[in-house]
């Protein structure tokens, strides 16, 4: 059982460059969302969804996009990567129904670099 | 405006000792409480949660406290292990709507020998 998987694990972009980080999770969770985590900062909530094609945004979404076609794909693009934006991002998701505790699955995240 | 309010950023304890950090919310809508473990290079884990009605949640050496008048809540690790040392994150949960997810900024722990 992989859990939540994420690719890549590593990236250095230059500025204005864009990419996508992608998103998979095999315990057929509906629920799933983009953090990034920043020193100091803690976790911030990018952007989530609540399953295939419901799609809405978090705390921090300006300059990315995400897309939910399928049930186990949540990709991240950034569409002109910045400085800003270099931050190391987690992938989670948690289990569909009533009685949420707060439980997410985090993926091992992917460490971006912006030049 | 962060929502949930953690401290300290980071914790010196020795082996043997209580850690002891302390987060702060301010939405009365958050219905559960989670606390979060992180070591370096992987994804959080959730550690132990506690619900709104309950003073006080124990697992192993683990234990929650939870103040809900002052809305303040806390993690003790008594008998700290070298293997404690991570990142902690306190969270706060709504079950309701969307059921998201905010967390606090974190604190590194490190027990030393």
């Known amino acids: 059982n992989a859990g939540v998987t994420q690719t890549p694990k590593f990236q250095v972009l230059k500025t204005g460059q864009s990419m996508t980080l992608q998103c998979a999770q095999d315990?057929?969770?509906?629920?799933m969302s983009w953090y990034r985590q920043d020193p100091g900062m803690g976790l911030r909530l990018i952007h989530y969804s609540v399953g295939a094609g419901i799609t809405d945004q978090g705390e921090v979404p300006n300059g990315y996009n995400v897309s939910r076609s399928t049930t186990e794909d949540f990709p991240l693009r950034l569409l002109s990567a910045a400085p800003s934006q270099t931050s190391v991002y987690f992938c989670?998701?948690?289990?569909?129904?009533?009685?949420?505790?707060?439980?997410?699955?985090f993926g091992e995240g992917s460490r971006l670099t912006v030049l | 405006q962060q929502q949930v309010k953690q401290s300290p950023q980071s914790l010196i304890v020795q082996k043997g000792g209580i850690s002891i950090i302390n987060c702060a919310y301010e939405n009365t809508a958050f219905d559960y409480f989670p606390w979060y473990q992180q070591f370096p290079g992987k994804g959080p884990a959730l550690l132990i949660a506690i619900r709104p009605d309950v003073s006080e949640k124990k697992e192993g050496r683990f234990t929650i406290s939870f103040n809900k008048s002052a809305k303040q809540f806390s993690l003790h690790i008594m008998d700290s292990q070298p293997g404690d040392s991570a990142t902690y994150f306190c969270a706060a949960a709504t079950s309701g709507g969307y059921q998201k997810v905010t967390f606090g900024t974190g604190t590194k722990l490190q027990v030393i020998p």
């Open positions: 989670a998701s948690r289990a569909p129904g009533q009685g949420f505790t707060g439980e997410l699955f």
């Open positions: 315990m057929n969770h509906e629920y």
